[in-house]
C-alpha cells in the first residue's frame, strides 16, 4: 500500500453514496481509487487520504451502516466533513437539479432531524422524506430518498452536525417515471451537477480545515512533550498552557526559557508562571 | 444596528399563526421557514458547532412555556432588596469573546419567545408579591436587551409596564445604540439604560460586531440628554498592559460626555467563568489574546487572580468617585 502523505493543512472528506452510478462522476473527479476488493462495502480514497468515499447500496440500514464503517476504516478525525448525495424522487422542483436538504423526516417513525446547510448558496432547500420503500405518490412531497435520515443520524453521532451535508439531485416526480431510470441518467443527473458539487465540496474542506487549525494541537506541544514525559492529565495542562502562550511567546523564545526543566512538572510551572505575568497587549490584535 | 442577516427561521407550530411571528417573519422575506415542534428539536441537539454556527446564525420563534421571570444570581443588582431578570430572547447578535453565552448553550442560534404577554404578567405577579420592596428587573441576561429590538420589538412592548409600576426599577443592558423605544417617549425615572463598557483598544478586539465604544458613549449621551438615566456597567474588567492608562481615559470620556445628574448607577465586574464554561470556551476559541492573560483557577471559578481583581476594581471605583456619590457605585460579582 502507498505510503499515506498527509499535507500540514489537510482537510477530510467523507462521503457516503448509494449507488455506483451516483459515486461514478465523483471519484474520478476526486481522483480517488479502490481501496480493496474485499470490504464489506466498497471504498475509494485519494492520494492524500482526504476524500474518502463509500458505496453504501440502497436503504437505511445500509447508510447507517456505511457510514459507520468508513468512519473507523477510514480514521475519520473530529474535522471531517460527511457528505451524502444521491438521486430522489420529489413532488415540486425541477428534474436534475442539486437541492440541499435542511429538514429529514425518517417516514418510518415520522422523527424529524434539521441538518444544517451550506451558508449563502443559491442551490435550492428542501425536506427530505427518507423511506424504506419506493414512493410514487409525490404529491405534496419534497425530496424522497432511502437512506438520508439513517446517514445524518449516524454521521450526528460522529462528526459536528455544521459538518454534514445532504444533496439530491431530483431523479423522479409526477413528470418523470421512476421506471425510466436507468444506470445511464442516473449518472448523468449527477455528472450535470457536477459544476454546483465543487462548489458544495469547496464549502465542506474549508469548513474542515478550519476546524483541524483549531483542533489540532500546536506544533509546540509535540515537541515538548516529546521531550519529557507528561501524565495524561499534564497532557491536558500542557496543551492548554502552549496554546495560551503560543498567542503572545515566541517558540524560541518559549523553548530557551524550558532548557533547564530536569522533569513535566518544572516544565508546567514555568509554563504557568509566564502566563501569570503575562499582560495582554491589546494594540496589537 | 446593522441588518442581520438570517436565511433560515425555525418556527414552532404553536406559534406560527401568532400575529408577533407574522411581523417579525415580513422583515426577512428571503429567509426560508421550517416549522418545528419545539425549539429544542433544534437549539437543544448535541454535537452542534457552536463557532461555525455563529458565523451565520439562524433564528429560531418559539412560545416559552415558564421561567419568564426569574431571581438574579447573587451579586447581581444595583442597590435593590430583590433583583429579577428576565430574557425575551436566547442568544446574542454581538460576539464578545469573554460572554458567558459562548459557553451557556450548545446553539449560537437565536432564540426568540413571541409570547411576551406571559412575560408582562408573571412581572406583574411579582410586583404584587413583593408590595413595598424595592426591587429592580434585569431585562437581557442571556441576551442583548436591544441588540435585536428591530426585530423584536420587545423593549417597545414592555416599557409601557414598568411605566404603570413606577415603584420598581427596570434595567436595559445593552451595547446597541438601536435607542429608538426610548426617544419618541418621555423618560421615566424608574428606567436605567445600562451600557457595558471597556477601553476602546480591548474592546476592538473582544466586543466583536459590536457598536464601538465612542458609538455607545454617543448614544448614552444622547439619552442622558433626552432626560434618561444611565447605567455605566464597567462589566468585566480586562486586564493588559497599560489597563490603567486606558480605563482612566475611558472614565474621563464617559464623564465629560454624560452629565453626572444623568448617571444612575456604575458597577464593576471581575472577568469571571465557571471550570466547565471556561473550558467550553477555550476550546471553541483557543488562540483568544483574551485566554493569553494571566487568568488562573480557583475553587472552581477561571478569572485574573485576587491581586488583580481587587487592584483594578479599586482602582476604577476611586476614579469613578470621583465623579459620582459612592452609593452610585455598585460591584457585580455574578
Redesign the interface.
Known amino acids: 500500500m502507498i505510503k499515506e502523505i498527509f499535507k500540514e493543512n489537510d482537510f477530510s472528506v467523507r462521503w457516503v453514496i448509494a449507488l455506483k452510478e451516483e459515486a461514478e462522476i465523483i471519484i474520478t473527479q476526486f481522483k480517488m481509487s479502490l481501496l480493496s476488493q474485499t470490504s464489506v462495502f466498497p471504498i475509494f480514497k485519494n492520494f492524500d487520504g482526504s476524500h474518502w468515499l463509500i458505496l453504501s447500496g440502497i436503504g437505511r440500514h445500509n447508510a447507517a451502516a456505511a457510514t459507520l464503517y468508513l468512519y473507523e476504516k477510514s480514521n475519520a478525525p473530529r474535522w471531517t466533513s460527511w457528505i451524502n448525495i444521491g438521486i430522489a424522487g420529489c413532488g415540486k422542483g425541477n428534474y436534475g437539479d442539486l437541492c440541499l436538504v435542511?429538514?429529514i423526516i425518517n417516514n418510518s417513525n415520522s422523527e424529524?432531524t434539521?441538518p444544517?446547510?451550506m451558508?449563502?448558496s443559491i442551490l435550492t432547500?428542501m425536506?427530505l422524506l427518507t423511506t424504506d420503500f419506493p414512493i410514487t405518490d409525490y404529491n405534496s412531497k419534497e425530496l424522497i430518498d432511502m437512506e438520508g435520515s439513517a446517514f445524518y443520524d449516524m454521521a450526528?453521532?460522529i462528526?459536528?452536525?455544521?459538518?454534514i451535508g445532504l444533496f439530491k439531485v431530483i431523479s423522479d416526480g409526477p413528470s418523470n417515471d421512476i421506471k425510466k431510470l436507468n444506470k445511464s441518467n442516473i449518472s448523468d443527473l449527477i455528472k450535470s451537477n457536477i459544476s454546483n458539487i465543487n462548489t458544495v465540496i469547496s464549502y465542506y474542506e474549508l469548513?474542515s480545515l478550519r476546524?483541524k487549525k483549531?483542533i489540532n494541537k500546536p506544533e509546540l506541544f509535540f515537541e515538548i512533550s516529546n521531550q519529557w514525559h507528561f501524565t495524561v492529565s499534564q497532557k491536558h495542562q500542557l496543551d492548554?498552557l502552549v496554546?495560551?502562550?503560543?498567542?503572545?511567546g515566541i517558540k524560541k523564545d518559549i523553548k530557551c526559557l524550558l532548557k533547564d526543566c530536569k522533569n513535566s512538572k518544572s516544565v508546567i510551572s514555568v509554563l504557568?508562571k509566564q502566563?501569570?505575568?503575562?499582560?495582554?497587549?491589546?494594540?496589537?490584535? | 444596528m446593522g441588518k442581520v442577516l438570517i436565511e433560515t427561521i425555525y418556527i414552532e407550530k404553536k406559534i406560527k399563526d401568532h400575529p408577533r411571528t407574522k411581523s417579525i417573519l415580513s422583515k426577512f422575506k428571503k429567509a426560508r421557514h421550517i416549522e418545528i415542534d419545539r425549539y429544542g428539536e433544534v437549539f437543544n441537539k448535541r454535537n452542534q458547532n457552536f463557532r461555525i454556527q455563529k458565523s451565520n446564525p439562524a433564528l429560531i420563534l418559539a412560545h416559552k412555556n415558564d421561567g419568564f421571570v426569574l431571581p438574579a444570581p447573587e451579586g447581581f443588582g444595583i442597590g435593590a432588596s430583590k433583583n429579577y431578570y428576565f430574557s425575551h430572547m436566547y442568544n446574542c447578535i454581538y460576539d464578545c469573546r469573554y460572554c458567558f453565552l459562548q459557553g451557556m448553550y450548545s446553539s449560537a442560534n437565536y432564540v426568540v419567545f413571541v409570547n411576551f404577554e406571559d412575560f408582562d404578567n408573571e412581572i406583574q405577579k411579582i410586583i404584587k408579591l413583593n408590595y413595598n420592596t424595592k426591587i429592580t428587573f434585569f431585562s437581557g441576561y442571556d441576551c442583548d436587551s436591544l441588540a435585536l429590538e428591530n426585530v423584536t420589538g420587545f423593549a417597545k412592548h414592555i416599557i409601557p409596564l414598568f411605566k404603570k409600576h413606577s415603584e420598581v426599577d427596570i434595567e436595559f443592558r445593552t451595547k446597541s445604540i438601536q435607542i429608538n423605544p426610548f426617544s419618541s417617549i418621555t423618560p421615566q425615572e424608574n428606567f436605567i439604560i445600562a451600557y457595558s463598557l471597556m477601553p476602546d483598544l480591548i474592546s476592538k478586539s473582544l466586543d466583536n460586531k459590536t457598536p464601538s465604544i465612542l458609538k455607545r458613549i454617543n448614544a448614552m449621551s444622547l439619552l442622558a440628554s433626552k432626560g434618561w438615566k444611565i447605567g455605566l456597567r464597567f462589566d468585566p474588567l480586562i486586564h493588559g498592559k497599560n489597563w490603567k492608562c486606558l480605563y482612566e481615559e475611558l472614565i474621563d470620556i464617559v464623564f465629560k460626555s454624560i452629565p453626572r445628574e444623568s448617571i444612575h448607577s456604575v458597577s464593576f465586574g471581575p472577568l469571571r467563568f465557571p471550570k466547565q464554561m471556561f473550558k467550553d470556551i477555550f476550546k471553541l476559541y483557543p488562540d483568544e489574546p483574551l485566554f493569553s492573560g494571566p487568568l488562573s483557577r480557583n475553587k472552581g471559578i477561571v478569572s485574573y487572580n485576587n491581586e488583580i481583581e481587587e487592584e483594578m476594581t479599586f482602582f476604577c471605583q476611586t476614579l469613578t468617585a470621583k465623579y459620582i456619590n459612592e452609593s452610585q457605585i455598585f460591584k457585580c460579582l455574578a
Request: hydrophobic share 25%; glycine share 2%.
Open positions: 435542511d429538514k424529524k434539521y444544517d446547510t451558508k449563502r432547500r425536506e450526528s453521532k462528526a459536528s452536525r455544521e459538518l469548513l476546524e483549531i492548554s496554546r495560551r502562550i503560543n498567542t503572545f504557568n502566563i501569570e505575568s503575562h499582560e495582554v497587549e491589546w494594540g496589537r490584535f
